[in-house]
């Protein structure tokens, strides 16, 4: 069965920096198109960035431009989302999501928490 499993979170202080990361099993990233989203207490799932198959980052949430970067290396099989001058805005569950042309999967999640 498919596996995508984030990992990198924790407890950041606001203007500190995290490096998340998604590696996938069962599954070949270079073949998808992946995304990066998250989640709030309370609020609804929102998409932070997103980055093509060939490597085009296609969409960044506005709230997180200028301090987000994704990325991702096909040969560890793994997509990165980089974060920069952190928020307490930035607390949430962070999500990886994978698309295929027949498919999608979603990872466990995993914790960021930005607070002094």
């Known amino acids: 069965q498919v596996q995508l499993v984030e990992s990198g979170g924790g407890l950041v202080q606001p203007g500190g920096s995290l490096r998340l990361s998604c590696a996938a099993s069962r599954f070949t990233f270079s073949s998808a198109a992946v995304s990066w989203y998250r989640q709030a207490p309370g609020k609804k799932r929102e998409l932070v960035a997103a980055?093509?198959?060939?490597?085009?980052?296609?969409n960044y949430t506005d709230s997180v431009k200028g301090r987000f970067t994704i990325s991702r290396d096909n040969s560890k099989n793994t997509v990165y989302l980089q974060m920069n001058s952190l928020k307490p805005e930035d607390t949430a569950v962070y999500y990886c999501?994978?698309?295929?042309?027949?498919?999608?999967?979603w990872g466990q999640g995993t914790q960021v928490t930005v607070s002094s």
């Open positions: 980055i093509t198959s060939a490597g085009d980052i296609i």
């Open positions: 999501n994978a698309v295929s042309r027949i498919s999608s999967y």
